[in-house]
Each structure stands twice: as C-alpha cells, then as structure tokens.
C-alpha cells in the first residue's frame, strides 16, 4: 500500500478533462511538502510533468495542470489526446527524508 | 546533452550483493540531489533512496533501510547504490534520477535504468 493515495485508473474520451487525485496525509502533503507528477509510457523513462505542486516544466502543454489543496493535490488534464494514455503518479516527501509515490492511475483514452 | 546512464544491474542469489552505479553529464552534477527510484515488475514506482548534493541528508525507505547505501563522488559525476542482503523483492529496474531544486524537489532528468533480478 503506497502512503499516497492515487485511484487506479480513470478514463475519458478525446477533448474530455479528466483529474487525478492524489491523497496524502499531514505526516507529508499536509505538512507542506510539494507535489510533482510524472508520466509514465512503458518501455520509457518516466517524464516529470508538474513540480512544486503546480508548475510545468518547460515543453509540457498546458493542458496539463496541477492543484494542491490541505493532505491532497490533483491532476488535471484537459482536451485529452490519444497520446495521454500512460501511468500517471504523484511524488512527494516527509519529514523522514523518505521520498512517496502514489500507487499510479492508468489513464485509458477511450 | 543532460543525462544520466546507470550500470551494474544483473542477476544476483538472494542473500548476495551488487552495486549499481549512475554517472552524469551535460550538467554540474555537484549542484543536485539525485535519488534511486525502482519499478518491480507490474508494479508502480517506488522511491529507494537520495542523497543531498554535499551529502547532508540521505534517506532510505524502509523496504531497504540497513541493507542498502547510497554514496556519491562528485569528483567522478557518479552516484552508487550499494545493495547487500538482496531479497527476491528487491527485483525491480532501478533507475537514477535528478532532484531540480534541492533534495525534496521533482525529478527532472531521469536515466534510463538498470534490471536488477534476484533469484536462486
């Protein structure tokens, strides 16, 4: 069991938005530590896509959005592409200097 | 080019040891935190170990705390993960990667990782 909380899979249509939530705890996301997000294609390296909570690295479009709010941040990914579809996972760390990832969301385009 | 290329994975008895090395270029290696990220097969991905760029903080997860070691030699641009005791659930591809903005901060250049297999 990851200590952050992500749902296993989400799913929607070309041009849908669709969020990815990630909940964590006050022991880490709650306790102020930021939130990054990567994309995973198999066969790749994963790809940082959001850091610090709500900043994209450059080259990653702008349909691709991050929110932290309290113990918990969320994906948000707009005018989804067939391109999308990959394992999605959020990243953060605790006081502990123990890194957490999120068990992963497979985003399926339908 | 910024990258990062790890080596020294293979096929290892449980109970042995191996270690894994992550050299680095196209960037001023000292100035970053690095870290050791694994994905078992099937699986998500799992957060091993980091260290600080000038050493000052390291962190294991629990999963490998006392059994692993994560050094580093900016002289040589390379980071090592010393692995002892390995378990069958140790098998996972292991990958190295950059922390952009300290050691708490996103990955942002990651290598393209070495397989670690653990089996009798």
């Known amino acids: 069991q990851s200590v952050l909380t992500q749902p296993p899979s989400v799913s929607g249509a070309p041009g849908q938005r669709v969020i990815i939530s990630c909940t964590g705890s006050?022991?880490?996301?709650?306790?102020?530590?930021?939130v990054h997000w990567y994309q995973h294609l198999p066969g790749t390296a994963p790809k940082l896509l959001i850091y610090?909570?709500?900043n994209r690295p450059s080259g990653v479009p702008d349909r691709f959005s991050g929110s932290k709010s309290g113990t918990s941040a969320s994906l948000a990914i707009t005018g989804l592409q067939a391109e999308d579809e990959a394992d999605y996972f959020c990243?953060?760390?605790?006081?502990?200097?123990?890194?957490?990832f999120g068990g992963g969301t497979k985003l399926t385009v339908l | 080019e910024v990258q990062l290329v790890e080596s020294g994975g293979g096929l290892v008895q449980p109970g042995r040891s191996l270690r894994l090395s992550c050299v680095a270029s196209?960037?001023?290696?000292?100035?970053?935190?690095i870290h050791w990220v694994r994905q078992a097969p099937g699986k998500g991905l799992e957060w091993v170990s980091g260290?600080?760029?000038?050493?000052?903080?390291?962190g294991y997860a629990d999963s490998v705390e006392g059994r692993f070691t994560i050094s580093r030699d900016n002289a040589k641009n390379s980071l090592y993960l010393q692995m002892n005791s390995l378990r069958p659930e140790d098998t996972a591809l292991y990958y190295c990667?950059?922390?952009?903005?300290?050691?708490?901060?996103?990955?942002?250049?990651w290598g393209q990782g070495t397989q670690v297999t653990v089996s009798s």
């Open positions: 990667a950059r922390g952009y903005s300290g050691y708490e901060s996103g990955l942002d250049i």
């Open positions: 196209g960037f001023t290696f000292h100035d970053y935190a």
């Open positions: 260290i600080s760029r000038n050493r000052n903080s390291i």
């Open positions: 006050s022991s880490n996301i709650g306790a102020g530590y930021d």
């Open positions: 610090g909570n709500y």
């Open positions: 990243q953060s760390y605790d006081s502990s200097l123990s890194g957490l």
